[in-house]
């Protein structure tokens, strides 16, 4: 299973959180709980940060903007979303 394919399982499961940050940068921008998942069911790993395990993922929130959510799996297999924000090319 891809990288993406286990986070997308993560979320889709409801084994994920927002950290306190996430959740106001994402309130910031105007997005919500359910513009995360989908930015993260429609989204692809634009880059990983190895010695963290952190991704970058790319995806569409429900309004079609451009979402980045920062991530990463835990030890305890839960994705934890460190960050969002509204991508600008």
Known sequence: ???ISVIQALVRNGLYYLTEHADDEA???GFD?????QGI??????RTWPKE???EILGLALDGRPIGIICRVTS?????VI?????KQ
């Open 76 to 80: 305890s297999g839960k994705l934890r």
């Open 41 to 46: 069911i429609s989204g692809k790993i634009r």
């Open 27 to 29: 309130l910031a921008d």
């Open 1 to 3: 299973m891809s990288r």
């Open 53 to 55: 395990g952190k991704h």
């Open 83 to 87: 960050t969002v924000y509204e991508y």
């Open 33 to 37: 709980i359910y513009d995360v998942e």
